[in-house]
């Protein structure tokens, strides 16, 4: 089992790799390295460069230096992120909650990026949900508690802060079987569709529903989210399951990628996509 503590985050990650690129690309060796920053060894320099350990970044100011990086918009870009990897955010007061902090790192994500696309196969993704809905599906979790399902809910709702106060643009697109699955009783279900539909009026929001009998079999495949963060970052794909959370970058998010584009070209348009919704609410009256 993978102790939680020692995962880096992805920031660190990120910083790291870009590290390593730059002292192999200058020719110099783990060791050397090491020596010039003053720690113990290269197997210490090497969990900076994994970034399991992350790197300060006046450490990072130095090491530029080291490798010859001359470019001051780069160096300016490093150093930013190693700041960026200490900061710590709203979130990190839930670690109780998550109990495995890689998944911190998607709240991270859904704070910094410009582009969130979300597909909801199953279970509505959490930035959808209402507090009804939430609740019934904390409620079937039975490693929760009732404190622990008020703190997850305090949580989700804090998340939802990207949509009514971030400058995110969200694009959602959700599966038919979503609209026609009850959760908890009707009245849950009809108030979460109905939600659904006044977050598809919201400006940020693009919200369509791909339909039972699609021909894109990768859309009968499972949820995932995209998120745009834009350069330096890129995109990164996020999967979730019951054994914990995926992170996917280049090259294996053009996959993912792949996979959104032909789902969103197979999805109703979003008037057809409102109606469908209308459609299933007074199905559940």
């Not at 910094?112 to 279970?123: E, M, N, Q, V």
């Not at 697109?173 to 979503?178: K, L």
């Not at 919201?202 to 998120?227: E, K, N």
Request: with cysteine; charged share 25%.
């Amino acid at each position: 089992m993978t102790d939680s503590r020692n995962v880096a985050s992805l920031r660190s990650q990120w910083l790291g790799q870009r590290l390593r690129d730059l002292r192999e690309a200058a020719g110099i060796s783990l060791t050397d390295a090491a020596e010039y920053l003053g720690v113990k060894n290269a197997s210490t320099m090497s969990r900076y460069e994994t970034g399991v350990i992350p790197l300060r970044w006046t450490d990072v100011d130095a090491l530029l230096t080291l490798y010859g990086v001359a470019d001051e918009a780069q160096r300016s870009e490093l150093i930013d992120l190693a700041k960026e990897a200490w900061r710590k955010g709203w979130w990190d007061e839930y670690r109780d909650v998550v109990g495995d902090k890689r998944y911190l790192d998607a709240f991270w994500l859904e704070s910094r990026s410009r582009h969130i696309k979300i597909f909801s196969f199953g279970l509505l993704h959490g930035l959808l949900q209402t507090p009804a809905y939430m609740d019934a599906v904390f409620r079937d979790d039975p490693t929760m508690d009732e404190a622990a399902r008020t703190r997850a809910t305090e949580l989700r709702h804090a998340r939802q802060r990207v949509i009514t106060e971030g400058s995110a643009a969200l694009t959602v697109i959700v599966h038919e079987t979503i609209l026609r699955q009850k959760v908890a009783d009707s009245a849950t279900t009809r108030e979460q569709l109905a939600h659904l539909l006044e977050l598809g009026r919201c400006g940020r929001v693009t919200l369509r529903v791909i339909g039972f009998d699609t021909s894109v079999l990768r859309a009968h495949a499972g949820s995932f989210v995209l998120f745009d963060l834009g350069e330096p970052f890129g995109t990164v794909a996020y999967v979730e399951n019951f054994a914990g959370c995926l992170y996917l970058e280049s090259p294996a998010v053009d996959r993912y990628l792949s996979a959104y584009d032909n789902i969103e070209k197979a999805a109703f348009t979003t008037g057809e996509s409102a109606k469908i919704i209308k459609r299933a609410i007074e199905g559940w009256k």
